[in-house]
């Protein structure tokens, strides 16, 4: 499996970005698909996951209200729509999958990961 994740970069506070993950799968909705984050000098995060025939959704408190976690099952890629977005979600963005519908927040719960994508946010 792979995973091609884009549209990063700079965007003023209050403003928005769409990211993009490709995934070379035959059924998106076979994976849980997520999405996570790594600020300069931090630990990478968990920002958000989408899951299961029904597409749930989990997540991350902080980013509850101004991100959207979405999929499209044809074209095979996940979307996040970073809304209000704010200086500290400046970070490379990291899309990930794992087999299976049970949904994860822990990096080592997910099997496959992508190059990632640059968003910074200036004040």
């Known amino acids: 499996v792979q995973l091609q994740a884009s549209g990063g970069g700079l965007v003023q506070a209050g403003g928005s970005l769409r990211l993009s993950c490709a995934a070379s799968?035959?059924?998106?909705?076979?994976?849980?698909m997520a999405w996570f984050r790594q600020a300069p000098g931090k630990e990478r995060e968990f920002v958000v996951a989408?899951?299961?025939?029904?597409?749930?959704?989990y997540y991350e408190n902080s980013v509850k209200g101004r991100f959207t976690i979405s999929r499209n099952n044809t074209e095979n890629t996940v979307y996040l729509q970073m809304d209000s977005l704010k200086p500290e979600d400046t970070a490379t963005y990291y899309c990930?999958?794992?087999?299976?519908?049970?949904?994860?927040?822990?990096?080592?719960?997910?099997?496959?990961w992508g190059q990632g994508t640059l968003v910074t946010v200036s004040s």
């Open positions: 989408i899951w299961g025939s029904g597409g749930s959704t």
């Open positions: 799968v035959r059924t998106l909705s076979n994976y849980v």
């Open positions: 990930a999958a794992r087999p299976g519908s049970l949904n994860g927040t822990k990096e080592g719960y997910y099997v496959y």
